[in-house]
């Protein structure tokens, strides 16, 4: 925003609007930060409404979903079981 006002951009408050953001960067820790527990919050949901007692996913061995996924799976009482990825299983075969 310029202070000439010639830009494309508009103040919200000029139009008494109050905006609040919510900031995925805020909402965990290092295992849980961004879109992720989102997510994870609804598919949690299900396994736990259907009765389910352990969640499979896969990802790369270094993997931010596989790891959000076991603790917020931990937090709420269900199984992780991770299915990772490797180089090295690539040149296997």
Same mark, same amino acid.
């Given at each position: 925003?310029?202070?000439?006002?010639?830009?494309? $951009?508009?103040?919200?408050?000029?139009? *008494?609007?109050?905006?609040?953001?919510?900031?995925?960067? !805020? =909402?965990?820790?290092? +295992? !849980?930060?961004?879109?992720? $527990?989102?997510?994870? +919050?609804?598919?949690?949901?299900?396994? $736990?409404?259907?009765?389910?007692?352990?969640?499979? =996913? &896969?990802?790369? +061995?270094?993997?931010?979903?596989?790891?959000? =996924?076991?603790?917020?799976?931990?937090?709420?009482?269900? +199984?992780?079981?991770? &299915? $990772?990825? =490797?180089?090295?299983? *690539?040149?296997?075969?």
């Amino acid at each position: 925003y310029s202070s000439s006002g010639s830009s494309i $951009l508009d103040k919200l408050s000029k139009h *008494n609007i109050q905006l609040f953001v919510k900031r995925d960067d !805020m =909402t965990g820790g290092v +295992e !849980m930060g961004g879109n992720k $527990l989102r997510k994870l +919050e609804f598919l949690m949901a299900d396994a $736990l409404a259907k009765k389910k007692d352990s969640i499979v =996913t &896969i990802g790369g +061995e270094q993997s931010n979903h596989c790891r959000a =996924t076991a603790a917020v799976a931990r937090m709420v009482g269900l +199984e992780p079981h991770l &299915i $990772l990825r =490797t180089r090295r299983a *690539n040149q296997v075969g």
